[in-house]
């Protein structure tokens, strides 16, 4: 199908492109920008006045919740949420059940995926088998089945012979190994910030040298190793500190933080919401702004929507006993505005945190709209407004501290591949 993109702004921070122009697509490739090749004629015409059109978004942290916790969400249901939210690209971490340590399990998922064709899914492979932090997998057959890269999620692995063991391998293959620090000695049953509020509402804490304490750990084995490592969530001041000297010194280290951690912070528990019952916890006020800092200096390389949908019942016990975790697919968009207009931040470079920088993370050819390059296209209106109540979100899991906001930037258009798989 050939469609026409007309009268939008234009934003692709790959090719510093922010201006009105207009964007051709055929046989589901960009195949020119500003003027319509010779002998187009397109099949459709998507009016896009006073919208912005961009790449789609790709997001680092979607939990789908199959195989295994399809009482929590389906496939279907989320990847439905992707769309309305405007992301084309997302990628799985393993801790399914079972756990995605075998090409089988990784392969049945693209499959399903690939049924359902609203999104791009790259699934990231367990570290270890099990997720037990033990037995290494075998990451070369994963990443032949279409893992991109390797976790444990959120289980931990405290045997640091193993963590070399496995960073070593993926370094000699050039595999990327993605890590959230946290002790768990240290964070042992604790639900939240070791703060003011915890300590005000006895809730278990968990300081903030849990993390500071694993990412010394992560990031001087990874010097050792010479292994490409990504760090998922990073929520606190001092982790932030080790990651910027890291980078100075040239390692080959990545971050990202959560939506979630951009705006809210251990105040919005409030009277033990367990909507904001996260992992990490949400951390200080002052925490949250060294975070909004190391997104604008490119300290943070990427902004996520660490979607993990829960049921009901999970979310409607104690705050100490509540599952963690908030939906956040068709979120996640208008977050990143919502971030950019409070911080003054240049849309383009923005947009750029959650297009470019997570497929660069990735190592996917996405993430922009260069001529030839797959057409996967969000177009938004940045100027409708909209309140977030969770009856109305596609995604299965209804829990988010967002509820009752009112946000700005409602997606109109969402296309993968040339096809249009959503529209409004």
Not at 230 to 236: G, K, P, Q, Y
Not at 385 to 393: C, D, F, G, V
Request: proline share 6%; aromatic share 6%.
């Amino acid at each position: 199908m050939k469609i026409h993109i007309k009268n939008g702004r234009l934003i692709d921070p790959k090719n510093r492109i922010d201006a009105q122009q207009d964007l051709f697509i055929s046989a589901g490739k960009v195949t020119a920008i500003g003027n319509a090749p010779a002998g187009f004629v397109a099949d459709k015409i998507i009016d896009a006045t006073g919208l912005v059109v961009m790449p789609g978004l790709i997001d680092l942290a979607a939990r789908l919740r199959e195989p295994g916790y399809e009482y929590k969400a389906t496939l279907e249901s989320e990847m439905d949420a992707a769309a309305t939210g405007g992301i084309t690209t997302l990628a799985c971490p393993p801790d399914t059940d079972p756990p995605l340590d075998e090409p089988g399990l990784v392969e049945m998922l693209k499959h399903r995926a690939r049924v359902l064709n609203q999104a791009h899914v790259y699934p990231v492979g367990a570290l270890t088998y099990g997720l037990k932090g033990v037995e290494l997998t075998e990451m070369a057959e994963l990443a032949d089945a279409g893992c991109v890269a390797f976790s444990q999620a959120d289980a931990p692995l405290t045997d640091t012979r193993v963590l070399m063991r496995a960073m070593q391998y993926a370094s000699t293959f050039g595999f990327s190994v993605w890590l959230r620090p946290q002790d768990n000695f240290l964070a042992k049953n604790g639900v939240a910030h070791d703060g003011e509020v915890a300590t005000r509402l006895g809730l278990p804490a968990i300081p903030v040298c849990a993390e500071a304490i694993a990412l010394t750990t992560m990031l001087q084995l990874a010097r050792e190793t010479g292994v490409r490592l990504h760090i998922c969530r990073i929520s606190s001041e001092s982790g932030i500190s080790l990651v910027r000297a890291a980078k100075q010194h040239g390692m080959s280290v990545t971050c990202d933080v959560s939506a979630n951690h951009v705006h809210l912070s251990e105040m919005d528990i409030g009277f033990f919401d367990a909507n904001c019952h996260l992992v990490p916890p949400l951390r200080s006020l002052r925490d949250r702004a060294v975070l909004r800092a190391a997104l604008l200096d490119g300290t943070i390389d990427a902004i996520c929507s660490d979607h993990s949908p829960v049921d009901e019942d999970a979310k409607q016990l104690p705050f100490a006993e509540a599952e963690p975790g908030a939906t956040g697919l068709e979120l996640l968009l208008p977050l990143v505005l919502k971030w950019a207009g409070q911080d003054k931040f240049a849309l383009a470079d923005a947009l750029a945190r959650v297009t470019l920088r997570p497929a660069q993370i990735m190592g996917l050819d996405a993430g922009h709209l260069s001529v030839g390059a797959a057409a996967d296209v969000c177009v938004f209106d940045p100027e409708a407004w909209w309140k977030i109540e969770p009856a109305a979100l596609k995604s299965q899991g209804k829990n988010t501290p967002f509820t009752g906001l009112e946000l700005q930037g409602k997606v109109r258009y969402t296309l993968v591949d040339g096809k249009v798989v959503y529209q409004t």
